[in-house]
């Protein structure tokens, strides 16, 4: 060991409100088809009104609300049937007081009338009567031709990523393109010299398959990025650094998988600080202390501790926010949860976050613990517990939130 230390340490709170880049990516137009989980870029604005005409919401006879004032089963108000409106057609009769028209769900309201009464509420006494048991107040049965969105309102708002009733929703207003950010680009580099590809048949003492920058790359596609894994870097001294200068100028975020320690094999705080700028060296966290937070020519750098689970839990943490930003998503999309009782106590140190992955069973979460190399502690977890920052712990049958993975 060379004696060399953690510098800059900082918390998570402190990194994911402090270490903002500004950096953002392009802006593209993609057709509604390929934008689900896109973010736009500004928000998207009605180019008309919609659904752009009086329509009715129910089955049943477009009214003057005037002419059913104090209809009841028992003194019902009668009105002459005058027509029926077809559908995707511009009715060709009007509301006169006393008349109605028929209508159906979705129909075009006729002019002078102002309300739909329910079809259930209706009969027909004689051919061209019409009985009516309910009142219906003005408005009623039917939305307006603004109701849904105003000309020039904004059908979907920017920096939040598309849902499917969003795209439904430009779909209705004829919007059949948007302007959205591109996806992120990931680059994944791998650091050390016992490190070997993952479809490397047999290994020799020592040597082990990268197995984290598959499961990274996977983390970034969920977070609708594009990873691209950059290979392999040896301990050589000066080899990252030349690497960093191989994948900046074409990547969005430079992901650095191991060689952030404070060993005097690691190299990446060096590599990157020749380079960039270092934010922090260290965070509060627990799996995951050993992470690099760094600018480089604007261009996110983040160092992963080596062992597989705390670069995965940190990148979690902090590496999925940092993506959703970069796409023009301040607040990310939130992740399903569920609540569940703690088996068993769970001590912490103030100051640090702590990331306990559980089992959930029965409303239980049962928490599971291994050494930070092993990956199959996360492959067995149904999701995580936090230790928030300022406790010092959580008790064994306490309500707690338990973040699921999909």
């Known amino acids: 060991m060379s004696g060399r230390e953690f510098f800059t340490t900082r918390t998570v709170t402190e990194a994911l409100t402090g ?4 950096h953002r990516t392009a802006v593209e137009t993609v057709p509604l088809s390929a934008a689900l989980h896109r973010v736009p870029a500004a928000n998207v604005l009605a180019p008309h009104h919609l659904p752009g005409f009086a329509r009715s919401t129910v089955d049943g006879f477009a009214v003057r609300a005037a002419d059913t004032y104090g209809a009841s089963d028992g003194l019902p108000s009668y009105l002459d049937l005058l027509g029926a409106v077809r559908m995707g057609t511009e009715p060709t009769v009007a509301v006169r007081p006393g008349g109605c028209v028929a209508m159906p769900t979705g129909g075009v309201l006729p002019n002078g009338a102002d309300a739909v ?29 603004d109701d849904d969105v105003a000309a020039g309102a904004a059908l979907v708002p920017g920096g939040r990523p598309l849902r499917a009733p969003d795209l439904g929703l430009l779909a209705a207003a ?24 993952p479809e490397t048949a047999a290994l020799r003492p020592g040597q082990v398959r990268d197995a984290t ?14 990873p691209v894994i950059a290979g392999i870097v040896s301990d050589e001294p000066g080899a990252l650094k030349d690497e960093l200068a191989t994948v900046l100028p074409s990547a969005d975020l430079v992901v650095v998988s191991a060689g952030s320690s404070v060993g005097a094999r690691d190299e990446t705080a060096g590599a990157v600080a020749a380079v960039g700028e270092v934010w922090c060296h260290g965070l509060a966290i627990k799996p995951g202390k050993p992470t690099l937070l760094a600018e480089c020519g604007g261009i996110p750098v983040v160092g992963l501790p080596g ?14 926010p940092l993506l959703w930003r ?23 140190a103030a100051g640090r976050l702590d990331v306990v992955q559980v089992t959930v069973r029965d409303g239980v979460a049962e928490p599971l613990f291994g050494p930070s190399a092993l990956l199959s502690v996360l ?5 995580y517990v936090l230790v928030p920052e300022p406790a010092t712990g959580l008790d064994g049958g306490a309500e707690v939130e338990v973040t699921l993975y999909a």
Not at 19 to 22: I, N
Not at 182 to 197: K, L, M, N, Q, W
Not at 326 to 348: D, K, M, Q, W
């Open 19 to 22: 270490f903002r880049p500004t």
């Open 117 to 145: 009464v329910m079809v259930e509420f209706t009969a027909e006494t004689m051919p061209g009567t019409i009985e009516v048991t309910r009142p219906v107040a003005p408005g009623g049965g039917l939305v307006r031709a």
């Open 174 to 197: 004829g919007v059949v393109s948007v302007p959205v950010h591109a996806r992120p680009r990931v680059s994944i580099i791998s650091t050390g010299d016992e490190v070997v590809p």
């Open 213 to 226: 920058a598959s499961a990274l790359a996977g983390l970034v596609l969920d977070a609708g990025g594009e």
């Open 307 to 320: 062992n597989p689970l705390s670069a995965l839990v940190v990148f979690g943490q902090i590496g999925v």
């Open 326 to 348: 970069l796409s023009g998503c301040e607040t990310p999309p939130p992740r399903p949860t569920t609540r569940a009782r703690l088996s068993r106590n769970l001590a912490s």
């Open 379 to 383: 492959t067995r977890a149904d999701g």
